[in-house]
């Protein structure tokens, strides 16, 4: 092949990749078969200095990514001289593109003592959207991903993924079945025609010595790091929570060093305590102390969820918080996670308990009826209600409502012993889960494997008298006498309709 042939006069040309192949005259003639930016092993072999072919100046591609710079003109040149690329001649320099140079990012020069901007360079971030977990960021560090959300689990690629549940893998029910992965399916089996849904009311919060990853230790007061509350979440599965002294705290302080309250620490509390397709709402805390937020912690997709402030002035935290949630069949579950006032709270306003908790009840039932509940759903508040007994004015008030059915002593839920008292003492009913008519018609008895003599009524679980322990693993026999555990949970089971 002759090199005449191949490389016409140079002003003559405008494309790069002929100026390119100019360069490699010689390898063309060594081996006609060969690519020309390419060895003899097939890799790509970029352009150096000598390369470039005389009477070009300035920078150009080096044909495998990188910039080649062939320099500037003789005397009495200037690089430019109206060619494309520039060619020493008459004529102003023309400035490089990041396109024509190979570059994708960052900032070069454009061969004329200009800069060109091609973009931010993201090369140390691989935390693209859906990506989870710790992974190397491609600079020598490592990138936290962070946790999916629900009810995505971090799969061992690395990213967010859902694996749905089939008829099947349910049992093969009778009816609408929730897939696990936020959808519903039809199915036609010879299973349960209903779905068991278990409601947990707890204020399980306590106190407790932590000792972080730095060797140092904190002493926690009322939350739920400690972990005896979270033990017995762990061992009453239920599907639907309501939580107060919502507090998850410790997470953060480990990893961050500060105390925050944040969906970080909520998510990790969920995954940990119920599994990463439960999904959760927690009082909004942005911007204020941490406080004793409610929340609510369900199995089945919560379509939308808020919160009612106190109607008491004093009490900044322990909004009422409410849900909806889309559960199998045609009705939605609405509930509502309270905690109402007690005897410190009191003295604020020179008025008894009784009266502060009164208040508090009119203002959530008045608010309540704002969200237009359908006659045919399901409702349930629960919580705290800090009551000395059932017969209290502001429990009269609610069943007055309508709302839902309060709990008589001949019918609330007990332990297996038969007290239905829920405070620390076992002398008081402070906590409950209250049902509307529709849905108390289908409460069913507490189901726990390898536990007996439990009722229809709920259960009140004492994990001092709890039996047999092994049942609602992993439950410590401490962890309801737990320091400053002033509460037991309150649990009820509904076979809901498909």
């Not at 390369?51 to 300035?58: E, L």
């Not at 020598?140 to 859902?162: F, V």
């Not at 509307?436 to 009140?460: E, F, M, P, W, Y």
């Amino acid at each position: 092949m002759s090199s005449s042939l191949l490389c016409p006069p140079l002003p003559a040309f405008r494309l790069l990749a002929v100026l390119i192949a100019c360069a490699f005259v010689a390898a063309c003639d060594s081996n006609e078969n060969a690519s020309e930016n390419e060895d003899n092993n097939g890799e790509c072999r970029p352009l150096v200095a000598s390369d470039c072919p005389a009477s070009i100046c300035g920078l150009l591609s080096d044909g495998c990514g990188g910039i080649l710079d062939c320099g500037g003109c003789a005397e009495g040149l200037s690089c430019g001289g109206g060619g494309e690329p520039n060619i020493c001649g008459e004529g102003a320099c023309l400035p490089m593109t990041c396109a024509a140079l190979g570059v994708s990012c960052g900032t070069v020069s454009d061969g004329c003592g200009g800069q060109l901007n091609c973009g931010e360079c993201n090369v140390c971030n691989p935390c693209e959207p859906g990506r989870c977990g710790s992974w190397d960021d491609g600079c020598g560090g490592t990138a936290d991903c962070g946790a999916c959300a629900a009810p995505d689990s971090c799969q061992s690629d690395g990213y967010c993924a859902c694996t749905p549940l089939t008829c099947a893998d349910l049992g093969n029910p009778n009816g609408e079945a929730y897939d696990g992965c936020g959808q519903f399916i039809q199915c036609a089996g010879s299973g349960e025609s209903t779905e068991r849904v278990r409601i947990l009311a707890g204020n399980l919060s306590s106190t407790g010595t932590m000792t972080l990853s730095n060797g140092s230790t904190e002493e926690l007061s009322e939350t739920w790091d400690p972990g005896p509350g979270k033990r017995i979440l762990r061992g009453l599965k239920p599907q639907v929570a309501l939580l107060q002294e919502f507090k998850t705290l410790f997470y953060e302080k480990d990893r961050t060093g500060y105390w925050r309250n944040s969906d970080a620490a909520l998510r990790d509390f969920v995954r940990e305590n119920f599994g990463d397709r439960f999904y959760a709402y927690r009082e909004d805390r942005t911007g204020r102390n941490m406080g004793k937020p409610n929340g609510i912690v369900s199995y089945f997709p919560i379509k939308e969820a808020g919160e009612f402030p106190s109607a008491l002035e004093n009490i900044q935290d322990r909004q009422h918080v409410w849900a909806r949630i889309d559960i199998p069949g045609d009705r939605d579950l609405w509930v509502v996670s309270v905690h109402l006032a007690t005897g410190s709270n009191a003295s604020d306003f020179g008025t008894t308990q009784t009266a502060m908790r009164r208040d508090e009840m009119d203002g959530l039932i008045a608010d309540l009826k704002t969200l237009n509940i359908p006659s045919g759903d399901f409702l349930v508040i629960g919580g705290d209600f800090n009551i000395e007994t059932r017969g209290e004015s502001c429990m009269n008030a609610l069943d007055s409502s309508g709302l839902v059915y309060v709990d008589s002593e001949s019918d609330c839920p007990i332990d297996q012993d038969g007290n239905g008292d829920t405070n620390a003492n076992r002398n008081e009913p402070y906590d409950g889960v209250l049902a509307n008519t529709r849905l108390k018609n289908h409460q069913t008895k507490v189901a726990i494997d390898g536990a007996s003599n439990l009722s229809k009524r709920g259960l009140v679980f004492d994990s001092r008298d709890f039996y047999p322990l092994s049942a609602v693993s992993p439950v410590q026999r401490s962890d309801s006498d737990a320091d400053s555990m002033q509460h037991m949970a309150v649990i009820k089971d509904f076979a809901v309709p498909r």
